[in-house]
């Protein structure tokens, strides 16, 4: 696994190599020892997998609260998605910025997004599949969501308010300022 960038603290951008020959590939996407290697020394207890069947589907941003918050392993099987983290920590330097990366099956790019930040994602093409694994298992208790077009956040996401395909959870999440389980 090689880590390719940085862009946010503790958020990178990671590739699995292939190894190809006339029958396809073959790319090992993780293994424990080499991601402690590069930092990421997490055990991974639950894989999820979305499936989108429009363009235009954003999933997101999501976040649980401590002590159930979840680091979580981004790739795309088929298709590709604009992949965003924001940092959520008022304490942080980087409070409420975000990086934004597009994934996709045909690259094998993979985006790993620590606890303490929302995540979300929208697809680009059809049809589009995204697994991920997460460092705690899913708390409904513990489960927030932001507004995926927050404008103190500032995500440039590919679609507009009337072409994005929304979960009702999502269309009605609040933004960073008034979210009131934000604490400094």
Known sequence: MEVLSELLPGV??????????????FSETYNQEGFANIGIDHA???DNQSFSAQSGTVRGLHLQLPPSEQGKLVRVLQGSILDVAV???????????????????????LLWVPP???HGFCTLEPDTMVFYKVTALYDPAAERSI?????????????????VHLSDKDRVAPTLS????ITS
């Not at 920590?89 to 045909?106: F, G």
């Open 147 to 163: 507004l995926w077009n927050d404008p103190s956040i500032g995500i440039d996401w590919p679609l507009s308010n009337t072409t």
């Open 87 to 109: 940092d959520i920590d008022p304490t942080s330097n980087t409070y409420r910025k975000h990086a934004a990366i597009t994934l996709s099956a045909e690259a094998g790019n």
């Open 44 to 46: 991974f207890v639950q």
């Open 178 to 181: 008034d979210a009131d389980w």
């Open 12 to 25: 990178l951008e990671l590739h699995a190599q292939r190894f190809g020959d006339d029958r396809g590939w």
């Open 116 to 118: 303490g930040y929302a």
